[in-house]
């Protein structure tokens, strides 16, 4: 019988699960073959070498052996372990979300590169930006493009005339934006102002440089967001679980400020 094929490729932990008394599945996203579900024995044993190079939201390199039902983790070698991810929970709630997106939205064994750049850049500005939402927001945009859900910002979804600089709407179940004339009978709408259709045009076409740039103020910032979480939603008809831990943090350090 001839030894299974062994082959090595970088890889970011997705998320783990318990399997047996001492393995792990583990859900990875390769640069070489997407995402994929990998098993790791025995790495719930103390005396494991591979536990701490398997943990989520590092990037590795795995030596991977095929298997029947999937391909097993004989060898790994951490590469980034963004520690500023672990040792902040506002960094780390964003963190979790980005995988998240990646877990639920992403094929499975269908090889991106792009998006692999996308997540690792990702990871890398989480880790070191000040401003981590607009990161996430342009996280966002870029993940659905690339995923074939890009929503349409330029004209209206309903008639397919130019949006004019006035206010507007956006609609996540038509997908995109829509103009006053068309908006009756939709569901799910929300207002899209002139600067919100800016900035979410900006998201789609500008550089990362060039989103940064900008400032938002508050306001503006919610709309943007809003705007992108219900798209997100839509496309995997499902809520994102760690957008809740985004929520409550925020809720508690505007009740921490309240109270100093």
């Not at 890889?11 to 997407?34: K, N, S």
């Not at 219900?230 to 831990?245: G, H, I, M, P």
Request: charged share 30%; aromatic share 6%; hydrophobic share 40%.
């Amino acid at each position: 019988m001839p030894a299974p094929r062994m082959y090595k490729t970088e890889a970011i932990v997705l998320r783990q699960r318990r399997f047996g008394e001492a393995d792990r599945f583990l859900t990875v996203y390769t640069l070489a073959h997407g995402k994929m579900d990998v098993k790791a024995r025995g790495v719930r044993k103390t005396t494991s070498r591979m536990s701490g190079h398997l943990q989520p939201l590092t990037r590795c390199m795995l030596s991977l052996a095929q298997g029947h039902v999937s391909d097993v983790v004989t060898g790994c070698e951490t590469l980034e372990s963004f520690q500023p991810l672990r040792e902040d929970l506002e960094r780390l709630s964003r963190a979790l979300y980005t995988v998240e997106l990646i877990d639920r939205m992403v094929p499975e064994r269908v090889q991106g590169y792009p998006t692999y750049r996308l997540l690792t850049e990702t990871l890398r500005r989480l880790a070191e930006a000040d401003d981590q939402d607009q990161v996430l927001r342009f996280f966002e945009m870029r993940l659905v493009d690339q995923c074939g859900f890009r929503p349409d910002m330029d004209a209206c979804v309903g008639c397919g005339s130019a949006l004019e600089p006035v206010e507007n709407f956006f609609a996540p179940l038509s997908g995109g934006a829509v103009c006053r004339g068309c908006v009756g009978g939709l569901t799910g709408t929300r207002v899209l102002s002139v600067n919100g259709l800016k900035v979410l045009r900006l998201l789609q076409r500008g550089s990362y440089n060039d989103v940064v740039r900008i400032r938002m103020d508050g306001e503006l910032a919610d709309e943007i967001e809003r705007h992108l979480r219900s798209y997100v939603v839509t496309v995997l008809e499902r809520d994102v679980n760690s957008a809740a831990f985004i929520e409550r943090l925020r809720r508690e350090g505007a009740r921490q400020a309240v109270e100093v």
